[in-house]
T-cell receptor, first 115, second 111 residues
Framework: AQSVTQPDIHITVSEGASLELRCNYSYGATPYLFWYVQSPGQGLQLLLKYFSGDTLVQGIKGFEAEFKRSQSSFNLRKPSVHWSDAAEYFC?????????????FGAGTQVVVTP | NAGVTQTPKFRVLKTGQSMTLLCAQDMNHEYMYWYRQDPGMGLRLIHYSVGEGTTAKGEVPDGYNVSRLKKQNFLLGLESAAPSQTSVYFCASLTSLETQYFGPGTRLLVL
């Protein structure tokens, strides 16, 4: 079955430390990949996306993600976390441009930033 | 440019009552979506629309109906609310860059 998995439900990181959030997908073809962030009480905001080309993509707020076809992964990273990065992060996929109605989201990873 | 707006922001219903959630976008987007968000389950697609007058079922459509009579509006209806429909509902529209733009959400409590 097609799926998007975020293995970590909750991550605690110290301010200034690096952060990596994992995302794995299970689809027959390479999907279109997205990372969104949700601050408390807010809607989702796009951080970055991957459609094709360079497998390392840069996003907003200093985030980057790397697509690894061999591992079916699209992990999100940030070298130095700020207190404002505390939020919930969602990985999402769309199977093809012919099915933009078929977005599927992971369960999310809650990030807590400690002083 | 207000983006995607949702009405109401919060609502309490009794079991069996009906209500309609309104999503409006002023960006002339063709695609619109309704999701529900529940703890530990991420966002699940309820219904979506690829254009005015068209709708399609998503992952969890049961108990909900939708209409897209005008391009800018996407309505989500609950005909007979159940406690299992307590959730946060998000509307989204699709930009020309194939990216979803989300509204602020509607928090619904069904007693």
């Amino acid at each position: 079955a097609q799926s998007v998995t975020q293995p970590d439900i909750h991550i605690t990181v110290s301010e200034g430390a690096s952060l990596e959030l994992r995302c794995n997908y299970s689809y027959g073809a390479t999907p279109y990949l997205f990372w969104y962030v949700q601050s408390p009480g807010q809607g989702l905001q796009l951080l970055l996306k991957y459609f094709s080309g360079d497998t390392l993509v840069q996003g907003i707020k200093g985030f980057e993600a790397e697509f690894k076809r061999s591992q079916s992964s699209f992990n999100l990273r940030k070298p130095s976390v700020h207190w404002s990065d505390a939020a919930e992060y969602f990985c999402a996929v769309a199977v093809s441009t012919d099915s933009w109605g078929k977005f599927q989201f992971g369960a999310g990873t809650q990030v807590v930033v400690t002083p | 440019n207000a983006g995607v707006t949702q009405t109401p922001k919060f609502r309490v219903l009794k079991t069996g009552q009906s209500m309609t959630l309104l999503c409006a976008q002023d960006m002339n987007h063709e695609y619109m979506y309704w999701y529900r968000q529940d703890p530990g389950m991420g966002l699940r697609l309820i219904h979506y629309s690829v254009g005015e007058g068209t709708t399609a079922k998503g992952e969890v459509p049961d108990g909900y109906n939708v209409s897209r009579l005008k391009k800018q509006n996407f309505l989500l209806g609950l005909e007979s609310a159940a406690p299992s429909q307590t959730s946060v509902y998000f509307c989204a529209s699709l930009t020309s860059l194939e990216t979803q733009y989300f509204g602020p959400g509607t928090r619904l409590l069904v007693l």
